[in-house]
T-cell receptor
Framework: SQKIEQNSEALNIQEGKTATLTCNYT??????LQWYRQDPGRGPVFLLL?????KEKRKERLKVTFDTTLKQSLFHITASQPADSATYLC????????????FGGGTRLMVKP | NAGVTQTPKFRVLKTGQSMTLLCAQD?????MYWYRQDPGMGLRLIHY???????AKGEVPDGYNVSRLKKQNFLLGLESAAPSQTSVYFC???????????FGQGTRLTVV
C-alpha cells in the first residue's frame, strides 16, 4: 500500500536560518504534490502545489522541489521567522489509487528567536 | 466570505448515540471531503464528493455516512457512535479534485 513519510520529530531552527522539511512516498506516482501548514487547533492551510513534471516551485520565502525518481519532495522556508512555527503537511493526489488526496503525518517546525 | 464552516465545533456523545456534522462552503466548489485527524495517524479521508448528489468512500469510511443534497453542504453522519470515533473531524472543499483544498476549523468529537 502507499505510504507517505514525514519526519515525526520536531525540527528546531534558529530565526533567519533555512528550514528544510522532507516528504517521502512509496509505491505510487502522484499527479501533484502539495504542502499545507497547520496551526494548533486549526484546519490545514494550502501553501504550494507542484506537478509531476515540475522540478521546483517558489512562492515568496517558500520553495518546493519534487523528485519523482527519488519519490521525494523537499520544502524549504528561507529566512525563517518565529511566525513560521507550525506543523507542515505534505499531501499527494493519488489518482491511480482511488482518487484520494492523501496526507503525511506532518512535521512540526519550531523557529526560535 | 466565510470559506468552509463546520458545525458544531465541539461535541461529546455517548456510545451508541447518533449525530450529524455539517459542512458548508460558500466558494461554489465542486469537490468536498471529510477527514479525521488522530495523533500519530495524520489526516485520513473518510468520504468525499465530486458533485451534488454524488459521494464516494475514502480510506476509513466504516461507521460513517455522508450526503450532498446541495452543492454547498456536505453532511457527515455517525449512526451509532463508538469510542474509536473520538477524533477531530475536518471538512474541506476544492475547485479541482484533490488540489488546493480549503479546510474548515474542525469539529472535536469525543465519544464516551
Amino acid at each position: 500500500s502507499q505510504k507517505i513519510e514525514q519526519n515525526s520529530e520536531a525540527l528546531n531552527i534558529q530565526e533567519g536560518k533555512t528550514a528544510t522539511l522532507t516528504c517521502n512516498y512509496t509505491n505510487y506516482s502522484p499527479a501533484y504534490l502539495q504542502w499545507y501548514r497547520q496551526d494548533p487547533g486549526r484546519g490545514p492551510v494550502f501553501l504550494l502545489l507542484i506537478r509531476e513534471n515540475e522540478k521546483e516551485k517558489r512562492k515568496e520565502r517558500l520553495k518546493v522541489t519534487f523528485d519523482t525518481t527519488l519519490k521525494q519532495s523537499l520544502f524549504h522556508i528561507t529566512a525563517s521567522q518565529p511566525a513560521d512555527s507550525a506543523t507542515y503537511l505534505c499531501a499527494l493526489d493519488l489518482r491511480n489509487a482511488g482518487n484520494m488526496l492523501t496526507f503525511g503525518g506532518g512535521t512540526r517546525l519550531m523557529v526560535k528567536p | 466570505n466565510a470559506g468552509v464552516t463546520q458545525t458544531p465545533k465541539f461535541r461529546v456523545l455517548k456510545t451508541g448515540q447518533s449525530m450529524t456534522l455539517l459542512c458548508a462552503q460558500d466558494m461554489n466548489h465542486e469537490y468536498m471531503y471529510w477527514y479525521r485527524q488522530d495523533p500519530g495517524m495524520g489526516l485520513r479521508l473518510i468520504h468525499y464528493s465530486v458533485g451534488e448528489g454524488t459521494t464516494a468512500k475514502g480510506e476509513v469510511p466504516d461507521g460513517y455516512n455522508v450526503s450532498r443534497l446541495k452543492k454547498q453542504n456536505f453532511l457527515l453522519g455517525l449512526e451509532s457512535a463508538a469510542p474509536s470515533q473520538t477524533s477531530v473531524y475536518f471538512c474541506a472543499s476544492s475547485w479541482v479534485l484533490n488540489t488546493e483544498a480549503f479546510f474548515g476549523q474542525g469539529t472535536r468529537l469525543t465519544v464516551v
